[in-house]
């Protein structure tokens, strides 16, 4: 039996309203090989029905945070403020940065201060994204709007003939779904579940039931399940096929025509829409749950590109690798309070696992089959991007071949996934069901 908790999606009863485009941060200082950049959490508000007003928390601004951009090879330096009353961290979701700029938990930021941060981009292209990862607290902030994008560029993604006007062929999709009470607030501790919490609506960016007008032929969404804890199924009103040309971590090799995207907690995706076939005026809708997650207005439309590139990225098959291996097996199981991995709950002081920088390392993750206790867990790994190997034995679909730091694990599900930690520090991994985590379903990996 499958248990889960549902909070069934509900239409918001508001017009289409536009949507919100996060703003792409200013840099404060760039020079030819570095940037420099201020974060800033901070209390806001924001109306996102027309007439009220919600309290909310932001990074440089009312509710969620800018898209912030960065190029591969570049040093990027960020100046994190903390202007919250209570503690924050800022983890940098994706990104493969040293353990004491990646914002676990174990490196909180007191209110009213703030810390310098630096690292070298070395990764691809890629959307990432960046939220607060405090000790017990990490729910809660989400919940209250605390998340942002990051763009990793290179030289590819430059030149790829994909869509990537912003706002204008190439739009980010932050997906959440949150509860507005009586008074239009979120309250945490009302909606609070110990197995995730969950809302009635969709928002995105921000926006409660948006639309875009499509001018162009070719439509890229780069979508960030933002959610506390819901597992997405995404569909095309019209039940035509998307395209996914991008995952966690990089581009896939070839682009992926699927007529569902199933996405959970933490996990993206970019997916690209061929508009082809629809007439100016007509509407076409990405759903989940059978509520609206954008609509998309058929305007008068130019052509951006007459086909997709055949291939994107060159991404070799994922083999086992042979020689100085490393192996480790954790086993996610429990629900609510009971969460475990391998047995055991979260100690702050103990270190699980012990790794070696530059060991090819294959870990096995099995979200163990309890009948009763059965949940989907989507596993992150901090500080790295992995391949899957296999899936219960078999290889990967094709659009979970490239670079990823968070799968979705359903129950009995046992994936083999392998990398290597490129720099030092303390990592967490963790279910990205943000009250699972914060029950003790983590654990801490030293790479030396
Ligand atoms: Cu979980």
Redesign the pocket.
């Known amino acids: 039996m499958m248990s889960e908790p549902n909070v069934d999606l509900e239409d918001p009863g508001t017009p289409l309203k536009e949507l919100n485009l996060p703003p792409i941060l200013k840099p404060d200082k760039k020079t030819k090989s570095d940037v420099y950049y201020t974060v800033t959490a901070q209390k806001g508000q924001m109306s996102f029905k027309d007439g009220t007003t919600t309290n909310t928390l932001g990074y440089n601004g009312n509710y969620l945070g800018p898209v912030i951009k960065m190029t591969r090879g570049q040093k990027v330096h960020i100046k994190e403020v903390n202007d919250l009353d209570s503690e924050t961290t800022f983890h940098w979701h994706g990104a493969i940065i040293p353990g004491k700029a990646d914002g676990g938990p174990h490196d909180p930021l007191k209110p009213h201060s703030s810390r310098n941060i630096s690292f070298t981009v070395e990764q691809p292209a890629a959307t990432l994204w960046f939220h607060p990862h405090p000790s017990g607290k990490t729910g809660e902030q989400v919940y209250e709007g605390l998340a942002g994008l990051i763009y990793i560029n290179d030289k590819q993604s430059k030149k790829i003939a994909l869509p990537k006007k912003y706002g204008v062929d190439d739009f980010p999709l932050v997906v959440q779904d949150r509860t507005f009470d009586n008074d239009d607030q979120f309250n945490y501790q009302a909606d609070y579940n110990a197995d995730?919490t969950q809302g009635q609506n969709i928002l995105v960016n921000g926006t409660l039931n948006p639309y875009i007008n499509v001018t162009t032929r070719f439509v890229r969404l780069r979508i960030l399940d933002g959610s506390n804890a819901r597992n997405f199924t995404f569909k095309l009103s019209n039940g035509q096929k998307m395209y996914q040309v991008a995952g966690d971590g990089s581009f896939l090799d070839k682009p992926v025509a699927m007529s569902k995207l199933k996405l959970s907690a933490a996990q993206r995706a970019e997916i690209v829409i061929d508009t082809n076939d629809l007439k100016d005026g007509e509407t076409l809708k990405l759903t989940a749950g059978g509520q609206n997650v954008l609509t998309m207005k058929m305007g008068e439309r130019t052509e951006n590109y007459s086909k997709l590139p055949k291939n994107l990225k060159h991404m070799k098959a994922a083999k086992t690798p042979t020689g100085d291996v490393a192996k480790q097996k954790l086993v996610?199981s429990g629900m609510s309070k009971m969460?475990r991995i391998n047995g055991k709950q979260f100690n702050p002081d103990r270190i699980d696992i012990h790794s070696k920088v530059g060991q090819q390392q294959v870990w096995t993750i099995e979200n163990k089959n309890e009948m009763m206790m059965n949940?989907?867990?989507?596993f992150h790994l901090h500080g790295v991007q992995f391949r899957v190997l296999s899936i219960n034995g078999k290889k990967p679909p094709m659009n979970l071949r490239g670079n990823l730091d968070t799968i979705r694990l359903n129950p009995g599900d046992v994936y083999k996934i392998t990398f290597k930690f490129e720099k030092r520090g303390l990592y967490r991994y963790h279910?990205?069901?943000l009250e699972?985590?914060e029950n003790g379903?983590m654990g801490q990996v030293l790479a030396e």
């Open positions: 995730g996610l969460v949940m989907i867990h989507p279910c990205h069901i699972h985590e379903m």
